[in-house]
């Protein structure tokens, strides 16, 4: 039916999410192409991030998250951005998420359980 393939066809934004996601701790400081960012949760196929640098779609980025044992770093590409309005005490701040394209999962799936707070939804949710 027209539904059924209508429902099939998705855009890189409706995707469901295939990779458990963690919620970060705020302490964790993250790179950005070079810029210190906050990361708000991971996942094995994507983040999403915090940057005091304008984010768009589509642009590639490289994400680098701090190890005891050295940097690990990941490609990937914006799949979506926004501003966040300034507040009283802080700056405006682009949240985005961003899905890799280059990360190694090992790693990253010990990353997010020595940083994560708590396990969040795997299912029906938007992907980074």
């Given at each position: 039916t027209d539904?059924?393939i209508?429902?099939?066809e998705?855009?890189?934004?409706?995707l469901?999410?295939q990779?458990?996601r963690?919620k970060?701790?705020?302490?964790?400081?993250?790179?950005v192409?070079?810029v210190?960012s906050?990361l708000?949760d991971?996942?094995t196929l994507?983040?999403?991030?915090?940057s005091p640098t304008t984010?768009r779609?589509?642009?590639?980025?490289?994400?680098?998250?701090p190890?005891?044992?050295?940097?690990?770093?990941?490609?990937?590409r914006?799949v979506w951005?926004r501003l966040e309005?300034?507040?009283?005490?802080k700056?405006?701040?682009?949240?985005?998420?961003?899905?890799f394209?280059e990360?190694?999962?090992?790693?990253?799936?010990?990353?997010a359980t020595?940083?994560?707070?708590?396990?969040?939804s795997?299912?029906?949710?938007v992907?980074?």
């Amino acid at each position: 039916t027209d539904a059924a393939i209508a429902a099939t066809e998705l855009t890189p934004y409706a995707l469901t999410r295939q990779a458990r996601r963690v919620k970060i701790s705020a302490t964790v400081e993250i790179l950005v192409d070079g810029v210190a960012s906050a990361l708000v949760d991971l996942s094995t196929l994507g983040a999403q991030i915090v940057s005091p640098t304008t984010l768009r779609p589509n642009r590639p980025v490289r994400v680098v998250l701090p190890r005891d044992d050295g940097p690990l770093a990941c490609k990937g590409r914006i799949v979506w951005a926004r501003l966040e309005p300034p507040r009283a005490d802080k700056p405006a701040l682009y949240r985005a998420g961003v899905h890799f394209a280059e990360m190694d999962a090992m790693a990253l799936e010990a990353f997010a359980t020595q940083h994560g707070l708590l396990q969040m939804s795997a299912a029906t949710t938007v992907t980074h």
